[in-house]
């Protein structure tokens, strides 16, 4: 009896001593809610026995958890830190720790804004924003010495932004008076999820995902992570404005369950004033519902810097498989007759793309090229000319062959095997593009580059790669998942294919791919070659589909599972449907016709007895706003449709 008196008077004060270690300071804590009242942002401090202080935030969706408390912070080494704070190495990385709160600053933003291109014509920028400011160190204190401010505070904010899209964090350093600089090594920024979370785990940004639970990953995550929760959301963990920044991963806390870390690639030095990333985190009831709100990936970045954009012109490229000069003007005719806009000289037209010697300024002596030739042979046929170049001709070259490139007419340059990750190759790599949109030239990113909406920017970065597409082939599954995933941070170059036999998919699947996976410049035939169109008449879907749009509403789908796209460009309507590995059937409502107007719909799907080798057929049929059309799709299969007004 004594035993167990004595333990629950240990319980006790054991309790009562752990809340008292996790006291909130009630004069920090500030809500912020987005403008339809749907996200709620909880910000505090907490101090312990100590007196030392954290930062913390909570964030909630229509009254469901969606964070719960977790750190924020960023760890920063310094020896001006050490001397003039006076405190050990260790606390002194840890920036979010003792920080005295100032106070904090609102505002609200609600503008339209048009963008260049898109998947929408009119993107609306609405949020709530606060700014909590702080000071570290003695601040009061203000030394000057030989004219120099020796003062011992020094300064960051906490911008916040809540909009209906989602929720955006990032820290922010004022300009010091003290010639303070900052070696970033790593971020507190956390993100506590419910138990029973699941995310859509990739590790390698063109790798395959796998649905696993917050424990045991072998490794970081790619972002945007999209996981599901017990309580039926669909969450979404992204990146915004990474341009001079190291990228962030996302690993499992160590000590914290449930918890996701932000991993940066590595340390950063900046010289303030200066505001790295924004952490980004959407919710939905409908995973659907995620890729309608992308849009804030954009809206957290600048401005288009770029004046005269009269060059940057999005469209639809065939590679040329066979380089050689001939071989590539065949493909210029089958561009001009299919309503292509580019073709692509891709790795080797200037030597081996993996040696440093390769000179991208020359033609390989074993091609037999004249590109001032071949341009102007396209420009005759309304075709411009993209190039590939890999990194390694770049970062030795890129001063004298974007000029040259210009007067060759060259619209174009896809970057190979960029270095991504590190500050270094971040701000060399973003400057890289701006220099790019000083002689007019486009650019395609490759590799592992994902991006975090530079593109508002600077435009003339049309599109990337950080994807598993066809150049690995993947299943239907991996199809629908890259939608919601993905895709999210924006453009992506898939390659889609069509004649090849390594797909493993349908044709129609990869007719509806050019509709359901955006990219403003659009590889099309990928590993295919002008001789393997035979006349099949679904081909005419290519030929018609653009690759910008004017409007965009995802109609249906569950990730992994399946998804329809519509698209309006002008007039017409454009639809995408597929599923993934297995049969299904799906009913499409037409409920996002103009009302007052007739279409025809030109449906174009799989079908065993058709006779070509493409096994794909047409169909007809008159539609109207509310009427509806059931879509068997076969396994891996999919459906296109090409909506027409009826003028009469």
Known sequence: MKIRKFYLITLFFSLLLSAQQQVIIQETAQKLKSPDGNYEFNFYQKQDLNNDKQMYYSLF?????????????????????????????????????????????????????NPLYGENKVIRDNYNEMVLSFTKGDEAKKVVIDGYDKSKGYFMNVIVRASNEGIAIRYQFPEPTNGLFLHIVGEQTQFTMPEGTLAYYE?????????????????????????????????????????????????????????LQASLYGSIDVIPAYATPWRVIMAADKATDLIANNSIILNLNPENEIKDTSWIKPGKVIRVAKLSQ?????????????????????????????????????ISETKDFNIPELTAYAASKGIGLWVYVNQRALIQQLDSILPLYKKWGIKGIKFGFVQVGNQRWTTWLHEA??????????????????????????????????????EEMPDANHNTILPFTRFLAGPADYTI???SKAIKNTHAHQLALSVIFYSPIQFMYWYDQPSAYEGEPEIEFFDKVPTVWEETKVLNGEIGKYITTARKSGKDWFVGCITNNEARTLELNFDFLDVKKKYKARIYFDDDKVNTKTKVALKDMLVKKGSKLKLDLKASGGAAIWITEINK
């Not at 309580?231 to 915004?240: C, D, F, P, R, T």
């Not at 493909?331 to 580019?342: H, N």
Request: one cysteine or more; aromatic letters at 10%.
């Open 61 to 113: 969706y229509k009254g469901n958890a969606v964070v719960l408390e977790s750190e924020l912070g960023v760890l920063i080494e310094n020896q001006t830190f050490e001397s003039a704070l006076a405190v050990p190495n260790d606390t002194c990385k840890v920036w979010g720790e003792n920080l005295k709160f100032k106070g904090v600053q609102r505002n609200t933003v609600d503008q339209n804004w």
């Open 203 to 259: 590790p390698w940004a063109q790798g395959p995902y796998s649905l696993l639970p917050l424990k045991d990953w072998n490794g970081q995550s790619e972002r945007p992570l999209t996981m599901k929760l017990a309580n039926g959301l669909n969450v979404v963990i992204a990146e915004a404005q990474m341009t001079d920044y190291a990228r962030m991963k996302l690993s499992l806390n160590t000590t914290k369950p449930n918890t």
């Open 326 to 362: 001939a071989d590539a003007k065949k493909c210029v005719d089958f561009a001009a007759e299919r309503g292509l806009q580019y073709i692509h000289l891709d790795a080797g037209w200037y030597g081996p793309e993996m040696k440093m010697s390769s000179d991208a300024t020359t």
């Open 433 to 470: 593009v701006k220099k790019c949109a000083q002689y007019g030239l486009m650019v395609d990113i490759h590799d592992e580059y994902r991006p975090t909406g530079f593109s508002r920017t600077y435009p003339n970065l049309m599109t990337q790669e950080g994807i598993r597409g066809n």
């Open 497 to 499: 294919a069509y004649y």
